[in-house]
Every structure is written in C-alpha cells, then in structure tokens.
C-alpha cells in the first residue's frame, strides 16, 4: 500500500525557516516524480514544487522560487522541502504527493497534510 | 503560466441529477489535464487523469472529456457525498490548479 506521511509542520515567525519531510512507503520510490501541494486557509489547492526522479531538475511556482528549495534522499524514500524566508501568505496545509505510476502522471497518492503557520 | 478558469463557480443539484463542470485553459494543453475532488479535511483524490482515464477505484460517473483548451467533468447521476470542490489541474507547462467548482447537492 502507497504511504506518503508529511512531517515538520508548526509555527514560524515571518522571515522565519522550517523544513518539512514526507516519508514514503509501498513503492519503488527513485521511480516517481514527486510534488508538494498547499491550501491556504479559505483558498483552494496551488501547486507549489516539483522534483524529477533523481532529485536532479526541480520545478517551482513564482511565489516560492528562490525561497523554498526541494530535494529528495532515494536511499531513505524521503521527500524534503527547506522553506525560508517565510511569509505570512505562505501559512497552509502542505501536501506532499505522487503519481499514479511512473508512466502514469496523474496525481493519485497524498500525504495527510502538514500545517504551516506563519506568524508573529 | 496557464491559467485554468473553471465554471460555474457552484453548482447546486439535487441527487440522480446530471453535473457538468467546465474548465477552460488559456492556451493549448492538449490533454494533460486532470480533475480532482477536494472535502474538508481530506487530501484531494485524483478522479480523472490525462482528461479522459479514470483514477483507480472512481465510480463509473464520474468521466472526463476534452482536449486543447476546453474541458468537462461530468458526474451522471449524483449522490450525496458527491458533495464537494471540483478543482481541475494542467500539466501540460508546469502544473497549475483552477479556482475550483463547488457542488452542492
């Protein structure tokens, strides 16, 4: 069974960093792309950051680039977001998620969600 | 950035009615879209991939269709824990969301 499990959620102070860590389980984790997903409170779902298979080419939405940095350890199936800088517009729930297979990209497997709240 | 517009904003039907949620692209994603479901405090489930293929496990009512930049989700017969945010997203040049489509039933 695929399991996603975000951790490292809490809150920051503006400016402030926080590092979230998705562990993943039930598939072969070096052949899966992987991405983080946020809700803001009251606003709907905006990707956030992408990462190929071997942790090489990220991807990132204009309002993170330059802030946060995505990585991934395939030896340990984890999935890493540093985020810095933070900004109060940045406090969500932070998903981390799949796709349905390697050659399948539709995003069917997600973690349960990691708050972030940024705020003094 | 594609910007994904989606239609109606609500939707509110009564149960065995039909739904058909729009989602229009600002440019050309062929089919590289997908619809998710979104209720509170769950994470999202994939329903549709690739504008057309059904997710594993998603009742037969729910279908896709559409290519380029004009995109429908149809629910055929709706029942109540259809209740929720439809929100639909592209791939096709980075990944985007559009801004959801409540269904109220």
């Known amino acids: 069974e695929v399991q996603l499990v975000e951790s490292g959620g809490g809150l920051v102070q503006p400016g402030g960093s926080l590092r979230l860590s998705c562990a993943a389980s039930?598939?072969?984790?070096?052949?899966?792309?992987m991405y983080w997903v946020r809700q803001a409170p009251g606003k709907g779902l905006e990707w956030v950051a992408s990462i190929n298979r071997d942790g090489v080419d990220h991807y990132y939405v204009d309002s993170v680039r330059g802030r946060f940095v995505m990585s991934r350890d395939n030896a340990k199936n984890s999935l890493y977001v540093q985020m810095n800088s933070l900004r109060a517009e940045d406090t969500a729930v932070y998903y981390c998620?799949?796709?349905?297979?390697?050659?399948?990209?539709?995003?069917?497997?997600w973690g349960q969600g990691a708050q972030v709240t940024v705020s003094s | 950035e594609i910007v994904l517009t989606q239609s109606p904003a609500t939707l509110s039907l009564s149960p065995g009615e039909r739904a058909t949620l729009s989602c229009r692209a600002s440019q050309s994603i062929n089919s590289y879209l997908a619809w998710f479901q979104l209720k509170p405090g769950q994470a999202p489930r994939l329903l549709i991939y690739d504008a057309s293929s059904r997710a594993t496990g998603i009742p037969a009512r729910f279908s896709g269709s559409g290519s380029g930049t004009d995109f429908t989700l149809t629910i055929s017969s709706l029942e109540p824990e259809d209740s929720a945010l439809y929100y639909c997203q592209q791939r096709s040049n980075a990944w985007t969301f559009g801004q959801g489509t409540k269904v109220e039933i």
């Open positions: 998620a799949t796709d349905l297979s390697p050659m399948v990209r539709g995003w069917a497997y």
């Open positions: 039930g598939f072969t984790f070096s052949d899966y792309w």
